[in-house]
T-cell receptor, first 112, second 115 residues
Framework: RKEVEQDPGPFNVPEGATVAFNCTYSNSASQSFFWYRQDCRKEPKLLMS???SGNEDGRFTAQLNRASQYISLLIRDSKLSDSATYLC?????????????FGKGTKLSVKP | NAGVTQTPKFQVLKTGQSMTLQCAQD?????MYWYRQDPGMGLRLIYY???????DKGEVPNGYNVSRLNKREFSLRLESAAPSQTSVYFCASSELGGGGQETQYFGPGTRLLVL
């Protein structure tokens, strides 16, 4: 089975801290990579796509290392509102059409 | 736009009962998906529909059937519910359905408890 592995956490950090999540994937043919955010008892929502050159959206930076097959998400200046579970998502290239493989998620708790 | 809507929000069934989970999207998306999410397991694909008139099995299709009623609606049916089907069910949609290249938008979920 194609898999996506994440550290489940929880990561407990103070406001203002910088926190990094890593994710590894097993399908070397995968071409699309995403970070989704899921609040407690809510649906997952796209946080950002991850591009080969790396990309940034405000306080969030995503990196992709194809050679090592890992993806990272860096959150700077953490806010209380960043508390959520972050899902690493990879397309299952070569598998079913439209098939995304979801990691189990890393839980982040930002404390005052 | 409401995005992706699901009904019901919560359901309790007895073993052996049947029910249909409804999903609709108003974004004119071609592809729709049904996932289940269990503690410690992450999201797993049950069935998907790449376009109106087509459906295909995902990772965990056993015990479920689906119907793509039209472009907007994609239903999931449990013919004979089992306790192992206790889960949170999410419907999702995406614009093109091209091999997982694009964003999927999720509904709010249906929490199902099978006793």
């Amino acid at each position: 089975r194609k898999e996506v592995e994440q550290d489940p956490g929880p990561f407990n950090v103070p406001e203002g801290a910088t926190v990094a999540f890593n994710c590894t994937y097993s399908n070397s043919a995968s071409q699309s990579f995403f970070w989704y955010r899921q609040d407690c008892r809510k649906e997952p929502k796209l946080l950002m796509s991850v591009y080969s050159s790396g990309n940034e959206d405000g306080r969030f930076t995503a990196q992709l290392n194809r050679a090592s097959q890992y993806i990272s998400l860096l959150i700077r200046d953490s806010k209380l509102s960043d508390s959520a579970t972050y899902l690493c998502v990879v397309n299952n290239y070569g598998g079913s059409q439209g098939n995304l493989i979801f990691g189990k998620g890393t839980k982040l708790s930002v404390k005052p | 736009n409401a995005g992706v809507t699901q009904t019901p929000k919560f359901q309790v069934l007895k073993t052996g009962q049947s029910m249909t989970l409804q999903c609709a999207q108003d974004m004119n998306h071609n592809s729709m998906y049904w996932y289940r999410q269990d503690p410690g397991m992450g999201l797993r694909l049950i069935y998907y529909s790449a376009s109106e008139g087509t459906t295909d099995k995902g990772e965990v299709p056993n015990g479920y059937n689906v119907s793509r009623l039209n472009k907007r609606e994609f239903s999931l049916r449990l013919e004979s519910a089992a306790p192992s089907q206790t889960s949170v069910y999410f419907c999702a949609s995406s614009e093109l359905g091209g091999g997982g290249q694009e964003t999927q938008y999720f509904g709010p979920g249906t929490r199902l408890l099978v006793l």
